[in-house]
Nanobody
């Protein structure tokens, strides 16, 4: 599976962005998808994940983004999205999408495929 993340940019605090991750090369609908982020000088961390059999009820989020970020997927378009509202300066990071067979996971080492990352910068 090849993953291509896009949609990052420079925004002000309180604004919104939508990240996209386009997948190719295999049956996208059979993979759980995750978003992770890495801020300068910090380890890569989990942001959100969604199972292959998506419904809004089985998405999962790290606590710091609950209520602000929404993960979704469009299997017909082989794309997963991360809608980010009410952005804060502490959301500044490179955001990565990832795919794994099986259920969604919090743990980055359980993901098999990674995209190249897209930079999100939130100014105060």
């Amino acid at each position: 599976v090849q993953l291509q993340a896009s949609g990052g940019g420079l925004v002000q605090a309180g604004e919104s962005l939508r990240l996209s991750c386009a997948a190719s090369g295999d049956t996208f609908s059979s993979y759980a998808m995750g978003w992770f982020r890495q801020a300068p000088g910090k380890e890569r961390e989990f942001v959100a994940a969604i199972s292959w059999s998506w419904s809004a009820g089985n998405a999962r989020y790290t606590d710091s983004v609950k209520g602000r970020f929404t993960i979704s997927r469009d299997n017909a378009k082989n794309t997963v999205y991360l809608r980010m509202n009410s952005l804060k300066p502490e959301d500044t990071a490179v955001y990565y999408c990832a795919a794994r067979s099986g259920g969604s996971s919090w743990y980055l080492n359980e993901y098999d495929y990674w995209g190249q990352g897209t930079q999100v910068t939130v100014s105060s």
